[in-house]
């Protein structure tokens, strides 16, 4: 009773979580209309703009999707070892394939349509992928992570089945991952050597995010590490309760540092730029998972339903986001004000139309696999 207990506070928190990273997009995809420098894929509002909007985006996008696959990671091994390996191939069909499917081709012309709308608006160029129509896309926009973990999810299906006929091998390594995750400054270094290496592979600073179908192989290896150690936590679950001992900590030293490194930039030079954001990532995994361990670990029903409704409202909000920011061009208001007004906006419609359309209709069960009464 009490290991079924402590599972579902485990469980409560990392869902939680998985929902807290998938909303924080809206957040990072507002920032991209206002921030500061050139980017062909975003039209850009060429009165409103600041560098805090570079910040934000900065320190979102460096822990968010490491943490996102991470969880995944931890989910699709509660899938395999609870439900057996076809049910877990049957579940990431259904949640994950088919909505990006269905979803990248209704989206599309939606978004061609709002960016012409936005830039016109702006009077701005952005990328003709982004502007052009055409029947099907020609890139993933922000489903391209789904588009990933279809690719990692089958990557580690089979991988699980090879290790189920060594296993030998399997439990030695099981017992290595669980001996490093046991001791947080050598799984720390360890893991933050092996994140700078990918970051230099694919010659960036961070992990960048790749839109095109075909798959960026470091890309997709940095991010199968990610899933790998999710996996690999769901196996030591007893280690999640020792993320809340420097949850505080990691986190205020991530933000720190990141913050200092941000600030001097122009001093440094991006082979150490990346020495850092490879350490500040692992920062924050651990602070980060830490506090939703120590805050998220109960069942609220406010949270259960936020986490329902964050796939819908990640899945919709980008033409909102850019549609908004367009009708608000006109406003003589600082970069910040449009920017908590563009996301205050995109919330309520998605949320709105997530509680009317979506939470009791076939939409529901198709994302979340049921539909309230």
């Not at 192989?217 to 280690?239: E, T």
């Not at 796939?311 to 033409?319: A, D, F, G, M, S």
Request: net charge positive; charged share 10%; with cysteine.
């Amino acid at each position: 009773m009490i290991h079924t207990t402590l599972k579902a506070q485990r469980l409560h928190a990392m869902d939680a979580l998985r929902a807290i990273m998938m909303l924080l997009g809206v957040i990072l995809h507002t920032t991209e209309i206002y921030s500061l420098g050139d980017d062909p894929y975003w039209p850009k509002d060429p009165t409103s703009s600041h560098r805090s909007m570079n910040f934000i985006f900065g320190i979102i996008h460096i822990f968010r999707m490491p943490i996102f696959f991470m969880i995944a990671g931890f989910f699709g091994a509660l899938l395999y070892f609870e439900k057996g390996p076809q049910a877990m191939l049957k579940n990431r069909v259904s949640r994950i394939l088919f909505p990006f499917i269905v979803f990248l081709l209704l989206i599309h012309p939606i978004i061609i349509s709002v960016w012409r709308y936005t830039s016109t608006i702006f009077d701005v160029k952005v990328a003709s992928v982004m502007s052009t129509y055409s029947f099907l896309p020609s890139i993933t926009y922000h489903l391209w992570f789904l588009y990933y973990l279809v690719i990692i999810t089958l990557f580690a299906l089979f991988i699980a089945i090879f290790l189920k006929k060594l296993p030998k091998f399997a439990n030695r390594l099981a017992l290595t991952i669980d001996w490093l995750m046991n001791r947080r400054l050598v799984f720390t270094t360890v893991f933050s050597v092996l994140t700078f290496l990918m970051l230099v592979w694919m010659w960036d600073t961070w992990i960048t995010t790749s839109l095109s179908f075909i798959p960026n192989v470091p890309v997709l290896v940095a991010y199968s590490m990610f899933y790998a150690l999710g996996w690999a936590l769901f196996k030591s679950m007893n280690v999640l309760y020792s993320y809340m001992k420097y949850d505080w900590l990691f986190t205020i030293l991530a933000v720190v540092i990141f913050s200092l490194r941000f600030f001097f930039r122009p001093y440094v030079s991006d082979v150490l730029y990346g020495a850092i954001n490879a350490i500040i990532i692992w920062f924050f995994v651990f602070g980060i998972i830490g506090l939703f361990i120590r805050y998220a670990s109960r069942y609220s029903y406010k949270m259960r339903y936020i986490s329902d409704a964050s796939y819908w409202v990640y899945l919709v909000h980008l033409p909102l986001v850019t549609l908004f920011a367009g009708l608000i061009a006109q406003l003589a208001v600082p970069a910040f004000i449009k920017f908590l007004i563009v996301i205050m906006l995109t919330s309520g419609v998605c949320f709105a139309s997530y509680h009317y359309l979506v939470r009791r209709t076939f939409i529901g069960k198709f994302l979340n696999g049921k539909k309230y009464k």
